[in-house]
T-cell receptor
Framework: DQQVKQNSPSLSVQEGRISILNCDYT??????FLWYKKYPAEGPTFLIS?????DKNEDGRFTVFLNKSAKHLSLHIVPSQPGDSAVYFC????????????FGTGTRLTVIP | SQTIHQWPATLVQPVGSPLSLECTVE??????LYWYRQAAGRGLQLLFY??????ISSEVPQNLSASRPQDRQFILSSKKLLLSDSGFYLC?????????FGPGTRLTVT
């Protein structure tokens, strides 16, 4: 049962434009959400996170938005750069001792120069 | 600063052979440790996690096992590999919500 879903397996965006990656979740016990970026044959790199008590968190070109009522979060990248081309995973965690993460299946972003 | 090491980077093993993948973390104490697998075209599946030495929790039934003999060492093992064990294995550590991943091991079972 996939508790975190990324329904778009791929996304192509022109350089300089906005990239919007979406993620939906089903478990109302999730209270912390994260985005990871992954290049081929490498481990995922932590990008940005948001707590359920917030609806927006911004770090440079990256902004994550959380809509708890819709159980939806999104990652905005503005402006998009060719180096942003990678697979992006969203993840969610319930408040437990081990803080296990539940990952989506990923969205491959291609930024076209 | 914290670093995480995994080895080997790639491994090709025949069906039925044993497996041992090692992960070590530097620069932090008493981290939570995790083993994930990414199968081709799939997301990240949590296999095992550990909140302390000798404490292992399994998330999925399988022919793999994990051990944590030292605070910053996490080992993934199998006595007999299956074809379905092929994938990209990732170790991660955390002391909070954020998890930090190692470079991964590409395992091909032939």
């Amino acid at each position: 049962d996939q508790q975190v879903k990324q329904n778009s397996p791929s996304l192509s965006v022109q350089e300089g434009r906005i990239s919007i990656l979406n993620c939906d979740y089903t478990n109302s016990m999730f209270d912390y959400f994260l985005w990871y970026k992954k290049y081929p044959a490498e481990g995922p790199t932590f990008l940005i996170s948001i707590s359920s008590i917030k609806d927006k968190n911004e770090d440079g070109r990256f902004t994550v938005f959380l809509n708890k009522s819709a159980k939806h979060l999104s990652l905005h990248i503005v402006p998009s750069q060719p180096g942003d081309s990678a697979v992006y995973f969203c993840a969610a965690s319930p408040q437990t001792g081990a803080n296990n993460l539940f990952f989506g299946t990923g969205t491959r972003l291609t930024v076209i120069p | 600063s914290q670093t995480i090491h995994q080895w080997p980077a790639t491994l090709v093993q025949p069906v039925g052979s044993p497996l041992s993948l090692e992960c070590t973390v530097e620069g932090t104490s008493n981290p939570n440790l995790y083993w994930y697998r990414q199968a081709a075209g799939r997301g990240l599946q949590l296999l095992f996690y550990s909140v302390g030495i000798g404490q292992i929790s399994s998330e999925v039934p399988q022919n793999l096992s994990a051990s944590r003999p030292q605070d910053r060492q996490f080992i993934l093992s199998s006595k007999k590999l299956l074809l379905s064990d092929s994938g990209f294995y990732l170790c991660a550590w955390s002391t909070g919500y954020e998890q930090y991943f190692g470079p991964g091991t590409r395992l091909t079972v032939t």
